[in-house]
Structure formats: structure tokens, C-alpha cells
């Protein structure tokens, strides 16, 4: 006897769908599966036959072969313990015939409860794309399906309910979507809480505004750490589109918040200055996503910049450049999205008091330019923004009043995020200026003849890169939307120079 399921898989964030083929034939008692599974799924067999006899289902006295479908796709995981115990029970004729636009997904315990898995949300819309109408899986996964259009969803607490629905005798009851709301409100940090800094609260904001990778350098306590947290706050709300592929990838790594749907906050990650190459780019024998991915559509912030491994900030290159990041290993490849704001924080130097304006640095040259040489040119040529955060003074600490809010400052981005979106309504993948390709500034970068004239000189005093001139270009387009103006200005143009402050005062010559 013969039985066929659908079920799905996701190879990185691309979902695809299984084809759990199942046949009873006679010999000896023998499970076999095939179809390029790892160890997880050869386990599943066990698995299986433990929840048919403790939900007092028959276990075939015959050989079993399982092949999963496509079979040069390697299969990966529990995914496919609920497919595995329906076509067995179908292929022994205790189902109906299953239909074809339905699949089914989810780990099984001995005792036939469904327990949650990872990947859901790529395979749900892997599922819609490739006609499935019906999706039976676990109960904890079902918000996270839900947000596939197109596509009803059966949560589930044991594989029982399941057999239960299929012959018709109690209707498990459809999941419904829980909707996107865009308008959230920020309870994280707030800008209000900081005192002073107005050269870095403008610079924080010209970043949101335009999507800019940014670097604060200052003493110990200037208040760098405290600035970079709040920035999420200022940034406008995830889009439904930019949701879903948060939420994607965060399905993925398993990270999705129980009972929620989606990932509705933008990501800031911040990982510890110890952090692996392998940690921030992904990877794993399986891969897995690294923390750029896992910052898609958010922050990353990177506290002590210098401090982090030369492997480990060498690699944030090319995901700078591209926007995603390929991870390859023996048993195969995937490709991550990793579009994300990179902000980090650092000190002069070592001792953290070069250029105080009343503490003296204790740092020889040599021992100065031995610490920045820790840092890439590439990669700061890749920082839009180098900005540097002087001592707090006593009067802005002691100010009763509070400074502007995140609110405030969120409601003027998003209206200049809005106008970017617009603008760039043509070039799929544009959303932002930071976004924007070189072969376009010209296009979307007017300048009058005494911003070419500022541009020319701050080139070939500053000895920049094409690649810093073209960043400069990207950053004066933000400043001028702020400022509402369509073409770029002299003042614009001073200003994005002037966040290049690593190029003028602490970058040693060598960079």
C-alpha cells in the first residue's frame, strides 16, 4: 500500500515544499527512509512509533519505506515527524485520502504531543507559493504561519487532533491572523534622558534619517553606549514587508517570541567584543544565521571597537557593501539578508583621553596609531558617519529639563524615510539614501557649483577614497532632505564632511 503527503523544508530562508511518499509492502518488519535525511530525521522513526502505539494506533507488521522528495535536497531536523505518522496511517488505509493543497509539518513526542520547530514562518510562504491551501502543525507555531496570506492554518496539540480532523469527526479550528499594527510605541530608552551632546544627537539623527553606518569616538563616559541604544527608538516603525523578513530570519535561529506572529520591533543586537567571525557572519555545520542577519531591518551596535578580533570586523565588510551574506559549509550553502545599521563605539586611543579637553593622554603617537591601526581602512571607509562625542559639561548634566524625545525626533524620520521611499519607488531595493547605488548619485544628487567646489576641496585635502566620496554624496542627500531641499548645497555638503572625523583628526596616515 502506498500513501503521499506533502510536508515543507528551508534551506537558509528559502522555503520549499517535501514530498513524504510512504510504502507498506511485505518481508520482514523494516523501517527504511530515504531521501538524503540527517540524523534528526532518521530518529524520527522511533519517534513515530512510539506516539502510534501510545495514542493506541496500529504499528504496520511489514516493511516501511519513507522517501522524502526531492531526494538530492538534504533533510534536515524533526520537521517531518507529523508527515511520517500521517502517511503511514494513510498508507494502511485508517485515513481518508489526503489532500494535495494540504502539508503538514511539526515534531512529535513519544506520547504523540506536537512540539514547536524552527523555520515556520519561510515554509508557510514557501507553502502559498507553491498552492498548498492547508497547513496542520503545532499550536506554538501557528501565529507565526498565520502571516502567510492565503493559507489557513491548523494548530494543533497532539498528532490525534490531527488524525481526528482528517476523518471528520472533531474540525480542528483555523488560527487567525493577528494583523500588523506599524504604528507601535517606543518603550525602550528615550532620547529625553540625554543631557547635551548636540553635535551627537544631530549626528544620530542624520543616521536615522538616512539609514547611515555610524562610528562615536570619545573619553570613557562621554556617553556613546547611551546615545547608540536609543537610536532604535528614533528609527521609524518596520513595515509589514520589512516585518516578514525579520521575522524570517528570526524564525530561522528560532528566536520568534512564543504566541507572536511576527518580529514587531526593529532588531538592535550587541554583541560582546569577543564575538567569533563565525558568530557574526552565521555558520555552523548547519548554517545558521550570524548576528548581521539576525540585525536585518535594525542595529547592530559594536561597544569598543578596536577590541573586537581583526577576523571579526573583516568580515562586516562585504555585508556592508551587499546587504547579505552568503555562508557556505560541507553540507551546504545559504544566503541571509543582513541590511542593517552599523553603529559602534570606541575611544581615541588606548588610554581613552586623547584630545580631552582637560585630562591628558598618556599615549605615545606610536601606541595611538598602533590601537587605530586595529581598524581597517576598508572597513571605516564603509562608516558614513565618524563623529566624535566631547566630556559632558557640569551645566548640561545639572539641567532640570529633559531634551527632545524619541517620539518627537521618530515622527520627523519617518517623514524623511517616507520621502526617500517615494523618491526611489523605482530601483527595487532602494528604501533609504545609505541604500542608494553609486552609479545613481549623479542622478539623485544635484549640486549647485559652490557644493562641487566645497566636495573638491575637502576631496583633495582629505585625501578620501571614490568610496568615502561616494558615502559623502549619500550623506549630504539626507541633510538636505531634512533641510527639504532637492539639491544639495554648500552647507550640506560641509556638513557630511564634517562626520568624516576620523579622516581629519584620528586616523594615522598609513589609513
Not at 507565526?144 to 482528517?166: I, K
Not at 504604528?183 to 534622558?193: E, F, K, N, R, S
Not at 544627537?201 to 538616512?210: F, I, N, Q, S, W
Not at 543582513?338 to 593622554?361: D, I, Q, S, W
Request: with cysteine; hydrophobic share 40%.
Amino acid at each position: 500500500m502506498y500513501a503521499k503527503v506533502n510536508s515543507l523544508g528551508v534551506a537558509g530562508l528559502n522555503g520549499y515544499t517535501v514530498q513524504v511518499e510512504t510504502d507498506l509492502s511485505g518481508g520482514l518488519p523494516q523501517f527504511t527512509m530515504v531521501g538524503l535525511p540527517d540524523s534528526a530525521v532518521k530518529e524520527s522513526s522511533e519517534r513515530v512509533r512510539s506516539a502510534l502505539k501510545n495514542l493506541h494506533y496500529q504499528w504496520p507488521a511489514s516493511r516501511i519505506t519513507v522517501n522524502l522528495a526531492p531526494a538530492d535536497v538534504r533533510k534536515t531536523g524533526p520537521v517531518y515527524d507529523l508527515p511520517v505518522f500521517i502517511s503511514i496511517m494513510a498508507a494502511q488505509g485508517k485515513l481518508p485520502a489526503v489532500s494535495g493543497e494540504s502539508a503538514f509539518l511539526g515534531e512529535l513526542g513519544l506520547d504523540g504531543t506536537l512540539r514547536p520547530v524552527n523555520g515556520v514562518l519561510p515554509m508557510a510562504l514557501a507553502a502559498v507559493q507553491n498552492g498548498i491551501k492547508e497547513l496542520f502543525l503545532p499550536a506554538e507555531n501557528a501565529a507565526e504561519a498565520a502571516v502567510a496570506q492565503g493559507l489557513t492554518v491548523y494548530p494543533a496539540r497532539t498528532a490525534q487532533q490531527v488524525v481526528l480532523h482528517l476523518c471528520g469527526a472533531e474540525k480542528l479550528t483555523p488560527a487567525e491572523p493577528t494583523g500588523y499594527d506599524a504604528d507601535g510605541v517606543w518603550l525602550g530608552a528615550d532620547m529625553a534622558d540625554v543631557r547635551g551632546q548636540l553635535v551627537a544627537r544631530r549626528a544620530l539623527e542624520v543616521a536615522a534619517c538616512g539609514g547611515h553606518n555610524l562610528v562615536f569616538v570619545g573619553s570613557p563616559g562621554s556617553g556613546k553606549s547611551m546615545l547608540a541604544k536609543r537610536l532604535p527608538g528614533i528609527l521609524p516603525p518596520l513595515t509589514y514587508e520589512e516585518a516578514v523578513e525579520t521575522s524570517a530570519v528570526y524564525s530561522v535561529a528560532g528566536l520568534v517570541p512564543a504566541g507572536k506572529g511576527l518580529v514587531r520591533a526593529r532588531p538592535f543586537r550587541s554583541p560582546h567584543h569577543s564575538v567569533s567571525a563565525t558568530a557574526i557572519a552565521g555558520g555552523g555545520s548547519v548554517p545558521r544565521p550570524g548576528e548581521v542577519s539576525l540585525a536585518h531591518n535594525g542595529v547592530l551596535f559594536l561597544d569598543e571597537l578596536p577590541e573586537f578580533s581583526r577576523e571579526a570586523l573583516e568580515v562586516l565588510r562585504q555585508p556592508l557593501e551587499d546587504g547579505i551574506v552568503t555562508v557556505s559549509r560541507v553540507h551546504g550553502s545559504a544566503t541571509y539578508p543582513c541590511k542593517f545599521m552599523l553603529v559602534a563605539a570606541m575611544n581615541p586611543c588606548k588610554c581613552g583621553y586623547l584630545g580631552h579637553p582637560t585630562r591628558p593622554c598618556s599615549c605615545t603617537p606610536s601606541a595611538v596609531d598602533q590601537y587605530l591601526r586595529r581598524i581597517s581602512g576598508p572597513l571605516m571607509d564603509r562608516i558614513d558617519l565618524h563623529v566624535h562625542v566631547e566630556p559632558v559639561a557640569y551645566g548640561d548634566l545639572a539641567q532640570a529639563a529633559d531634551g527632545e524625545s524619541s517620539a518627537a525626533i521618530r515622527t520627523r524620520v519617518a517623514a524623511v524615510r517616507q520621502l526617500q521611499r517615494e523618491r526611489y519607488q523605482a530601483l527595487p531595493g532602494v528604501y533609504c539614501n545609505a541604500q542608494l547605488p553609486g552609479n545613481r548619485l549623479r542622478q539623485f544628487c544635484p549640486m549647485t557649483p559652490a557644493a562641487e567646489t566645497v566636495l573638491r576641496a575637502a576631496f583633495e585635502r582629505m585625501g578620501l577614497s571614490a568610496r568615502a566620496y561616494d558615502r559623502i554624496l549619500r550623506v549630504s542627500r539626507t541633510v538636505a532632505d531634512m533641510d527639504g531641499s532637492e539639491v544639495l548645497d554648500s552647507r550640506h555638503i560641509a556638513e557630511a564632511v564634517q562626520y568624516r572625523s576620523l579622516d581629519r583628526r584620528f586616523t594615522p596616515v598609513s589609513l
